[in-house]
């Protein structure tokens, strides 16, 4: 009879549910019990903060059995899910172990502080245990629906890497087993936990083959998943230190594929990828092996194509230009007519990228230089910097610099910058624009002074001078010192002293502004050098002469300073000379 009994017994009968109960009972009863212990150690006054602690874990548990509630297996008797109903067994007995400790809590109960913290730590132990137990129930019988799968939540902030790595893996295995829906879950969660703390972009590097799976992804059919993974490569692209790990992983080609064949946000996420790792021009040839130079200029030159996509693509080209071969490629694509028309067109961000690689193109290449200026570049580049259009500032400003480093190193282009009226925009902007714009064209005036004689007479003649002088008593010592450098090389030229001295106020300016106490800086030499070549001109010497200021360049010479003493002897020169005329008339 006994034997017979013990046939009969079920296994572990302590730790199941009754025999009267089903298992969708005992789950919901759990469920009550957890939310009426979560209310009851709201109450708790001592060991405040390992009681934080177990809260967190109950309230993970009580997410975890509500999912689960609406997918139990009593609902479908033909779904077998033993694991689940053992797991509510062993996590009903923590939380009645559990409530004790919080009931001796409350009344003070306990034989001493450190064999409660004992017993606290054990059952965080078993919660923390069950939490992770509950959660990989789904993952050991293949391929897992949405309907089945636990939720596990996402960590609070400050949370321990344990837990993001556990909430991390549990999100690599919904990819790796989940169904359609599921993986796309799982692939939004990823992606919001990564751009919202980088902790979580290293903790899924660390994972094996979590990143090559993502490569993979990109190649899904459906559109979703492919877009939330080229989201994932995306953010991780954005960290050098592993952008190693991506091109070892083999996101090249499919983020090419993409480019070719993606959704129009999985597109702008894969040539934001490829920027980021054609940084390093090493990677370079492993976009070109792939066929990424072909997809991208394909994209640059279609006219139907999604025009916020232009632009990055002719930044992704731009890092490719390091790489001689590819560069010499990517000319004979046409891809200085390509850029050329870019410029030409509407687009703000098409616009400054082709700007930009243009500027890349012909860096240091005259031939460029040539076919661009023969294609007509300067022209399209000079009307975005002309006044009357309505350009941005920055497709503006990104055109002045590639007219800066088409022309400015060769006197023939510079004289053709001036034919087109180049010089007139510069001024009308340093004359009648907002402060970026204006200190935009200040520096750009200050670079083109330095490139040819003809420039300079150009520039006295139109009167940038005049300009020059108003930056002198600029806030910024950077914009005073540059000023002053620009001055006295456009004040070099014969031809513009006397123009500069027929303005009363600008030789007063100059000689106020030769301070003695700055003799050592940089703007006092330049401005000391424009008092210099002034005094080879008779009109400007007489007006240094007679100024009230002159004190200071004969201080300055008493002191030794060789710039100083040379305009006094000057000075003296024509005093004597005057004399003499004197003596010589009378």
Request: aromatic letters at 6%; hydrophobic letters at 40%; charged letters at 25%.
């Amino acid at each position: 009879m006994g034997e017979e009994q013990k046939r009969t017994e079920p296994p572990n009968s302590r730790n199941c549910p009754s025999p009267s109960t089903t298992g969708e009972e005992d789950l919901r009863r759990l469920i009550d019990e957890i939310e009426s212990l979560i209310t009851l150690s709201h109450t708790v006054r001592v060991f405040s903060v390992k009681w934080q602690v177990i809260r967190k874990k109950l309230k993970e548990l009580s997410a975890y059995l509500v999912s689960a509630e609406t997918t139990h297996p009593n609902q479908n008797q033909n779904h077998h899910h033993r694991p689940l109903d053992d797991a509510i067994a062993v996590i009903t007995n923590t939380v009645r172990e559990c409530r004790d400790l919080a009931s001796r809590c409350i009344s003070v109960a306990y034989s001493g502080k450190l064999l409660m913290q004992s017993d606290l730590d054990k059952v965080i132990s078993k919660l923390d245990y069950a939490v992770k137990g509950i959660a990989a129930i789904y993952s050991t019988s293949g391929v897992v629906t949405g309907e089945l799968a636990l939720v596990v939540l996402k960590p609070n902030l400050g949370s321990t890497r344990e837990d993001m790595r556990f909430y991390v893996k549990d999100l690599w295995t919904r990819l790796k087993i989940g169904d359609t829906q599921l993986k796309i879950q799982a692939l939004v969660s990823l992606n919001e936990v990564i751009a919202e703390d980088e902790r979580y972009v290293k903790i899924v590097v660390e994972i094996g083959d979590f990143v090559i799976h993502l490569a993979n992804c990109l190649d899904s059919t459906d559109l979703i998943i492919q877009e939330e993974c080229a989201f994932a490569i995306a953010v991780i692209s954005g960290f050098d230190c592993y952008k190693g790990v991506l091109i070892v992983s083999g996101v090249i080609g499919p983020l090419i594929r993409v480019v070719e064949k993606g959704s129009l946000k999985a597109k702008e996420y894969a040539i934001r990828s490829l920027e980021k790792l054609t940084e390093n021009g090493d990677n370079a040839w492993a976009l070109s092996a792939h066929g990424g130079v072909t997809a991208l200029l394909n994209l640059c030159s279609k006219d139907e194509v999604d025009v916020e996509l232009i632009g990055p693509s002719c930044l992704v080209l731009r890092n490719l230009v390091g790489v001689e071969e590819i560069k010499r490629f990517m000319i004979e694509g046409e891809a200085i007519s390509t850029c050329i028309k870019l410029i030409k067109g509407r687009d703000e961000l098409a616009q400054i990228g082709a700007a930009e690689f243009l500027q890349c193109m012909s860096s240091g290449d005259e031939n460029v230089r040539q076919l661009v200026i023969k294609e007509g570049g300067i022209r399209a580049l000079g009307r975005i910097f002309d006044p009357k259009s309505d350009f941005s500032f920055k497709s503006r400003e990104s055109a002045l610099k590639a007219i800066e480093n088409l022309c400015y190193s060769s006197v023939e282009y510079v004289n053709m910058l001036i034919n087109y009226g180049f010089m007139d925009h510069l001024l009308y902007f340093l004359r009648k624009g907002d402060i970026s714009i204006q200190e935009l064209a200040f520096k750009s005036a200050c670079r083109l002074c330095v490139t040819s004689e003809e420039a300079r007479k150009a520039m006295g003649d139109g009167g940038f001078m005049a300009e020059f002088v108003k930056f002198l008593e600029a806030k910024s010592y950077e914009i005073r010192e540059m000023a002053a450098e620009a001055l006295s090389i456009i004040v070099a030229v014969p031809r513009n002293r006397k123009k500069f001295a027929n303005d009363d106020h600008n030789i007063g300016l100059i000689l106020q502004l030769v301070d003695p106490k700055e003799g050592n800086s940089g703007n006092f030499k330049f401005l000391l050098s424009i008092v210099l070549s002034l005094s080879s001109c008779n009109h400007a010497r007489r007006k240094i002469a007679h100024s009230g200021y002159v004190k200071n360049i004969e201080k300055l010479a008493d002191a030794g300073v060789s710039d100083a003493k040379k305009i006094v002897r000057k000075l003296s020169a024509n005093r004597f000379r005057n004399m003499l005329n004197g003596i010589w008339h009378s």
